[in-house]
């Protein structure tokens, strides 16, 4: 009779480590080279858990940068990796959780929607490559994040140091990667991508508002003020997306079931 053992894929960025700082630094230093200069944390938290190629097309594009993609990959790249070797961040649950994962023996691997150089600096910087020894980058997949192609992905030989069995838990920086949107408790902006704005919303509905309980608008916007001054937008956004029902007289709102 044969058996099914369990190997747990983690992302990396957002999941294990604490990235944003460097990523947003390196990509600041980057297009201040290309005389962008109002490039802001509002608008990198736009891309995060996104692909660094696909981020870079899209800031070529927005800000008509002349110059071709692989010459922002190299820098982006550069400026990161003297910044994640002097300084990454690992969340201590997460370390412990790997820890316990590899006492059990339990296979474990990363697939990142990083450069496979930006992986490894920051596994060995952090300790983290002594449990982690099976990467897959964005380099190695035909499609980068947000599709599944780098976690669904078998392990390439060029890839692989060891062998994962076919079922697989996926660990991602979906709830975790909510984290990087606020300063202190607040949310900095809004997201202007729809899919990093549902991400947020969700988190929102579930942390500052309870099941089968009705709210008042004023109190919906006592809550939502909790984390950012614009709660009409808020409100608009978590009513429009169906995580909030409002009566026709806009008396009372409940979280959808």
Not at 23 to 51: C, K, M, N, P, S
Request: proline share 5%; hydrophobic share 35%.
């Amino acid at each position: 009779m044969s058996t099914t053992r369990t190997a747990v894929i983690f992302d990396l960025d957002g999941t294990l480590v604490d990235s944003e700082p460097n990523y947003y630094e390196a990509g600041r230093r980057l297009l201040e080279r290309y005389d962008v200069t109002d490039f802001g944390w509002d608008r990198h938290t736009d891309f995060i858990g996104i692909g660094t190629r696909e981020t870079l097309e899209a800031l070529k594009e927005e800000y008509g940068i002349d110059a071709p993609v692989e010459e922002l990959l190299a820098g982006k790249n550069r400026h990161y990796l003297e910044l994640a070797r002097a300084a990454t961040e690992v969340f201590p649950e997460m370390r412990a959780f790997v820890e316990l994962l590899h006492a059990r023996g339990v296979p474990m691997a990363v697939a990142s929607g990083s450069s496979r150089a930006a992986i490894e600096a920051v596994l060995g910087g952090t300790g983290l490559d002594a449990y982690l020894t099976t990467l897959v980058s964005a380099e190695e997949v035909e499609r980068g994040k947000p599709a599944p192609d780098p976690s669904k992905m078998r392990c390439p030989a060029r890839a692989r140091r060891g062998r994962l069995p076919a079922m697989s838990d996926n660990v991602s920086s979906g709830s975790r990667g909510v984290a990087a949107l606020f300063s202190h408790g607040r949310l900095t902006a809004i997201p202007r991508k729809p899919a990093r704005r549902e991400q947020l919303l969700v988190h929102l509905t579930e942390t500052l508002f309870e099941r089968d309980r009705s709210y008042t608008e004023p109190e919906v916007n006592e809550a939502l003020r909790t984390v950012h001054e614009d709660c009409s937008a808020l409100r608009r956004y978590l009513v429009v997306g169906g995580l909030l029902t409002r009566t026709r007289d806009g008396a009372s709102y409940r979280r959808a079931a």
